[in-house]
């Protein structure tokens, strides 16, 4: 069964690797590059996973997190975040 997985991360070069890995998987990808755009997705389209960075413009993972399991509790989620990686690599 193909899943839809909306994919929420401001950074556009790991947005356009998750939806390439996910899509050669067989999944069916929607990106949104903040938390507000996610919502409005999540508010249209049957989504199944969410795949959603921490820091994010306009809202912030966790609150996105919390707005998710309000309106739609059924759908899963999994926050990912590189700020600590980015802070050890100093980029």
């Given at each position: 069964m193909q899943s839809r997985i909306l994919i929420?991360?401001?950074?556009?070069?790991?947005?356009?690797?998750?939806?390439?890995?996910?899509?050669?998987?067989?999944?069916?990808?929607?990106?949104?590059?903040?938390?507000?755009?996610?919502?409005?997705?999540?508010?249209k389209h049957n989504i199944n996973l969410v795949l959603t960075d921490l820091v994010l413009p306009r809202m912030d993972g966790i609150n996105l997190l919390k707005e998710i399991k309000r309106i739609k509790p059924e759908i899963e989620c999994v926050m990912i975040t590189t700020v600590q990686l980015r802070r050890q690599l100093k980029l």
């Amino acid at each position: 069964m193909q899943s839809r997985i909306l994919i929420v991360e401001d950074d556009k070069k790991i947005a356009d690797g998750f939806e390439k890995f996910l899509k050669k998987k067989g999944h069916e990808v929607i990106l949104a590059h903040d938390g507000k755009k996610a919502l409005d997705i999540i508010k249209k389209h049957n989504i199944n996973l969410v795949l959603t960075d921490l820091v994010l413009p306009r809202m912030d993972g966790i609150n996105l997190l919390k707005e998710i399991k309000r309106i739609k509790p059924e759908i899963e989620c999994v926050m990912i975040t590189t700020v600590q990686l980015r802070r050890q690599l100093k980029l």
